[in-house]
């Protein structure tokens, strides 16, 4: 076994484990490492093998949720946009670069004690830099594409945001918004089978044949154009 008690003007260190070049855990400066005896955080865990490297575990046998695991930004100043937790997906790049390549994290969107409310935040990296692909705002909207959603499902691109629908074979048709238009696309034969402008519906808007068929049980309303 190994203990070792350090203390000088400049630090304050215990370190405890079976080597004095590799402690299991070590107290200094302020900092925990565990498996690292140069703790760069508060609290640094630091392992060579794929194992589990943390975890939480609750024997409880009542119907409550356990475990939990909470992110608390005990603020003496909450306000409208705060990060209140998160969570980096960290790895280096084949420079040796350490690079965040997806992070989570939580706002507080609206901090008065009438109207608390949240939201849920997805980054992504392609290049140099983070930034937003999905979000969750407090009423439930989901904007993609979109900081501030404004239906339950909002999508939003700088080329047309589009939906995507592929069955198990090679079919594929795309849903979406072209700039001026929504078209339904046949993605797997390059066509365009419906477009809908601010003023029209156009059918069969290129030169491949499509049958427009209309069923119903009611006849009286089988096909009803109003205008």
């Given at each position: 076994?190994y ?10 260190t215990v ?41 939480i ?23 409208d946009d705060d990060v209140?937790g ?5 790895g ?42 999905l ?33 198990t ?11 001026t ?11 365009t ?35």
């Amino acid at each position: 076994s190994y203990f070792k008690i350090v203390t000088t003007n400049s630090s304050e260190t215990v370190e405890l484990g079976n080597s004095t070049t590799n402690p299991k855990i070590l107290l200094g400066g302020g900092n925990v490492g565990i498996g690292t005896s140069s703790p760069s955080a508060q609290l640094h865990i630091s392992g060579t093998d794929t194992s589990d490297q943390v975890i939480i575990e609750n024997t409880d046998t009542g119907g409550g949720s356990a475990p939990d695991l909470v992110l608390f930004r005990n603020s003496a100043n909450p306000a409208d946009d705060d990060v209140i937790g998160r969570i980096d997906f960290r790895g280096d790049d084949d420079n040796g670069t350490a690079r965040d390549y997806v992070t989570l994290f939580s706002t507080i969107t609206d901090a008065s004690t009438a109207t608390p409310a949240g939201s849920f935040s997805i980054q992504t990296r392609n290049g140099s830099s983070q930034a937003t692909r999905l979000i969750v705002d407090g009423s439930g909207n989901v904007g993609i594409g979109s900081s501030s959603p404004q239906n339950l499902l909002h999508l939003e691109g700088s080329s047309g945001a589009r939906m995507r629908f592929v069955d198990t074979g090679t079919q594929a048709y795309t849903l979406g918004n072209s700039g001026t238009s929504l078209t339904l696309n046949n993605a797997s034969q390059s066509t365009t089978p419906l477009t809908i402008t601010t003023s029209e519906a156009v059918f069969n808007d290129d030169s491949t044949d499509y049958d427009f068929r209309v069923e119903s049980n009611d006849i009286a309303t089988m096909f009803h154009v109003d205008g």
